[in-house]
T-cell receptor, first 115, second 114 residues
Framework: AQTVTQSQPEMSVQEAETVTLSCTYDTSENNYYLFWYKQPPSRQMILVIR??????QNATENRFSVNFQKAAKSFSLKISDSQLGDTAMYFCAFISNFGNEKLTFGTGTRLTIIP | DSGVTQTPKHLITATGQRVTLRCSPR?????VYWYQQSLDQGLQFLIQYYNGEERAKGNILERFSAQQFPDLHSELNLSSLELGDSALYFC?????????????FGQGTRLTVV
């Protein structure tokens, strides 16, 4: 069974700074998909970024980028030029390329952007 | 707004009761997923439907059941409710599978069992 671990329950950073959220996962598979989801106080889950394991290039979406280290099973999220609207819970998630298409989530990191 | 609509937004009920949570997926999405978010268990996958058929089942209790109707909306039925069933229940939808197409989440139904 796959597991996803987020070791930072809470983080805070000053507005406009850069912050990196950590995620590690455990799987015996070679092909899979990784995601970062954001859950703001409105509680809706919003996809931030997606990475396919067979792609070596790290995914980037505007101020959000990932550092995908397949051998180390590490998938960190970097938020550049952080904004107040980035305050939220962030969840790392995994989908196997085989079997059912369930998202396996980590326990989340609560990120606070300080004005 | 993700386009996924969940009703009701909040629900308070007593132990032993039965409730039905409703989800309307985005227009054109064939897959519907149900997730439970609780403080002790985190986000857990419950069940997936694709075009009316059950496709995958996760950690769903026998007291819980779901279905997807011909118009693609889905309902999650929770019966013989216990205090531990208090949680946020999310519905998500995607055009196809969640690997290759983005899964969009609704705002959830907050269930409180008293």
């Amino acid at each position: 069974a796959q597991t996803v671990t987020q070791s930072q329950p809470e983080m805070s950073v000053q507005e406009a700074e850069t912050v990196t959220l950590s995620c590690t996962y455990d799987t015996s598979e070679n092909n899979y998909y990784l995601f970062w989801y954001k859950q703001p106080p409105s509680r809706q889950m919003i996809l931030v970024i997606r990475q396919e394991a067979y792609k070596q290039q790290n995914a980037t979406e505007n101020r959000f980028s990932v550092n995908f280290q397949k051998a180390a099973k590490s998938f960190s999220l970097k938020i550049s030029d952080s904004q107040l609207g980035d305050t939220a819970m962030y969840f790392c998630a995994f989908i196997s390329n085989f079997g059912n298409e369930k998202l396996t989530f980590g326990t989340g990191t609560r990120l606070t952007i300080i004005p | 707004d993700s386009g996924v609509t969940q009703t009701p937004k909040h629900l308070i009920t007593a132990t032993g009761q039965r409730v039905t949570l409703r989800c309307s997926p985005r227009s054109g999405d064939l897959s519907v997923y149900w997730y439970q978010q609780s403080l002790d268990q985190g986000l857990q996958f419950l069940i997936q439907y694709y075009n009316g058929e059950e496709r995958a089942k996760g950690n769903i209790l026998e007291r819980f059941s779901a279905q997807q109707f011909p118009d693609l909306h889905s309902e999650l039925n929770l019966s013989s409710l216990e205090l531990g069933d208090s949680a946020l229940y999310f519905c998500a939808s995607s055009v196809g599978g969640a690997r290759n197409t983005e899964a969009f989440f609704g705002q959830g139904t907050r269930l409180t069992v008293v």
